[in-house]
């Protein structure tokens, strides 16, 4: 009777993380979606962090509704060109992880050590670029399209839109 009881429970125990969700990315953008929004020089234009969920023993998502860190898209107002443009910057990081519960969940975890490479400015992950807003007024990046609505000397206005939507 204890042997079924025991079969019984392990079924049902297996047949719950069997059937636990898909595993999903997620995209959080900071700053607020259709609202004017403004920044000066060297100020963050928009910052999107993308996240997954962490993946269980049978490659389903986290119960617990764990996430991994998948990176992140971040675009800077630097100022202007000497014609006038925008000078922008983009930093668009993907980072990938094998951690799953197994990992983190661990009742003795073990020890993990990460090493940070500091990198000068001409080593960072950044592209620079120049917008002519007299010609194109809105710019997509990472599925966030930025429409500028006013220009100023020393800051700009802005609304964000998220094209995945």
Do not use: H, W
């Amino acid at each position: 009777m204890i042997k079924v009881k025991l079969l019984i429970s392990l079924a049902i125990l297996i047949a719950i993380l069997i059937s636990c969700a898909t595993i999903q990315s997620y995209r959080n953008l900071e700053q607020p979606i259709s609202k004017t929004l403004s920044t000066s020089i060297g100020g963050t234009i928009f910052r999107l962090n993308r996240s997954a969920d962490l993946p269980n023993a049978f490659g389903k998502a986290d119960l617990y509704g764990g996430k991994v860190d998948k990176g992140y898209a971040e675009l800077k107002f630097l100022g202007f060109s000497d014609k006038g443009e925008l000078l922008l910057s983009i930093q668009d990081i993907n980072k990938s992880s094998t951690e799953t519960t197994m990992d983190r969940y661990k009742a003795n975890p073990i020890k993990v050590e990460t090493n940070v490479d500091v990198l000068t400015s001409e080593g960072k992950n950044e592209t620079k670029f120049t917008l002519d807003t007299e010609k194109q007024g809105e710019i997509i990046i990472a599925g966030i399209k930025v429409i500028f609505t006013k220009i100023q000397p020393y800051s700009i206005s802005y609304i964000l839109e998220d094209t995945y939507k």
